[in-house]
């Protein structure tokens, strides 16, 4: 049974406990609320660049260009992926970087699998933003650049342009088939997804499921209005990559950004929560051993005074 002294250094610690994560709970819900903010503001921008790219991509077929182009694979050959995945450098944020090593554990075992099925090996990288989910995944066995260190702190447009021209130096120079970037979309308050989007060559289907988390569908969509493209459309597209891949990775850094900010806000909701209700316990503890101790020191007492009315 524990004793007055030992329960009173355990009300200490976890009164020390709810401080700090008091503390950071203040300071993550200072920076939740700025990511939104941010979040919110790259918006237009965001829809614009994507709405623009997803025209082109459906009224054109003809585009000579890296970044459109998807090589074909048969038997006997491989696909070189390159995986770019943004996580945080620090913890205390629930699942959420677990959550993101998990999916970038499932889709590369599916990759491999289905490419097996089909006589394709497939060889891949991982370039991991953060170094939580870095050091996990080469923890795991799996292929990641350990000497890529790229910290992610709240994000700017200008920090999404020195990701993007590592991401195309890798891509072009290092000759990747494919490209992806593993985030975390903030669905709700409540509800984040991590999901896995093709960035280059670009995707159709990637865009259609970005424009579903952020953009509006707008219901007078006309696809058979003809827009014409000066001087023509592999000019047009060539221009616009930069700004469009600019887009996606800024848009993809403010929401994994939102939702490490929103995890961690409610990782430190929840142990503040639980270092109250665990205070309130060890204080019940407290007062029954304080009230065993005086009921022995009374018995204590009243038996010596017993004695010696005895003798």
């Known amino acids: 049974m524990e004793t007055l002294n030992d329960v009173k250094k355990r ?29 919110d503001t790259m918006f237009p921008f965001f829809e614009h660049c994507v709405d623009t790219m997803g025209d082109i991509m459906r009224r054109s077929e003809a585009i000579d260009n890296p970044f459109f182009t998807l090589n074909q694979k048969v038997s006997g050959q491989t696909w070189k992926i390159a995986y770019f995945v943004l996580c945080g450098d620090q913890g205390l944020a629930g699942s959420y970087n677990n959550n993101i090593v998990k999916t970038c554990e499932e889709h590369i075992q599916m990759k491999i699998l289905d490419n097996t099925a089909k006589g394709i090996t497939t060889d891949y990288k991982m370039y991991v933003f953060g170094k939580i989910a870095r050091e996990r995944l080469l923890h795991l066995g799996y292929n990641v650049d350990a000497s890529f260190s790229y910290p992610l702190p709240e994000p700017t447009f200008f920090d999404a342009q020195e990701v993007v021209s590592v991401i195309k130096q890798k891509f072009l120079i ?29 995707d159709p289907k990637s865009i259609d499921e970005v424009r579903k988390y952020f953009v509006e569908v707008k219901d007078d969509d006309d696809d058979s209005t003809e827009i014409q493209y000066y001087p023509n459309v592999n000019e047009v597209f060539s221009f616009l990559i930069d700004t469009y891949l600019n887009a996606m990775v800024y848009g993809m850094m403010t929401d994994a950004y939102a939702c490490e900010q929103t995890a961690r806000f409610a990782a430190m909701d929840n142990a503040t929560n639980s270092a109250e209700d665990m205070m309130k316990d060890l204080e019940l503890k407290f007062n029954r051993a304080r009230q065993a101790k005086i009921t022995n020191e009374l018995t204590e007492i009243i038996n010596g005074a017993s004695q010696v009315d005895n003798l």
Do not use: F, W
């Open 174 to 202: 290092e000759s990747y088939d494919l490209v992806y970037l593993v985030y975390t979309h903030l669905e709700s308050a409540l509800n984040m997804k991590t999901d896995v989007i093709r960035l280059a060559p670009v």
């Open 11 to 39: 009300i200490k610690s976890v009164q020390g406990i709810a401080q700090m994560t008091g503390a950071m709970q203040l300071v993550s819900a200072a920076k939740k609320r700025r990511s939104l903010a941010l979040r």
